[in-house]
């Protein structure tokens, strides 16, 4: 994913939306925040489009299956 446009030198936000704007059909790539305030300030956008967010967790399969009971056998190696 790509940082937000706007605010992402600041902030690190990943951009959430492509937006297409003026009569050249420029493109953009912004967060959720500023593609509110965008609207909020009135521009005129021609297109929108939701872009694929990754946000996957991995979580590991002996967590996952073991629970609290691998949580208790790691402290009791240690």
């Known amino acids: ?4 446009k706007l605010c ?7 951009a959430d ?3 297409s704007y003026g ?3 420029r493109l953009l790539r ?5 593609e509110q305030d965008l609207r909020f300030f009135g ?4 297109h929108v489009v939701r872009l694929e967010t990754r946000h ?11 629970g609290p009971v691998y949580s208790l ?4 190696s240690v």
């Open 30 to 34: 912004v967060c959720r925040w500023c």
């Open 17 to 19: 939306f492509a937006l």
């Open 73 to 76: 056998f790691m402290e009791a």
């Open 8 to 14: 992402g030198p600041i902030t690190f936000n990943e």
């Open 1 to 4: 994913m790509c940082r937000c």
């Open 56 to 66: 996957v967790r991995s979580i590991p399969l002996s967590l996952l299956v073991l």
């Open 43 to 46: 521009v005129k956008l021609n």
């Open 23 to 25: 009569s050249e059909d």
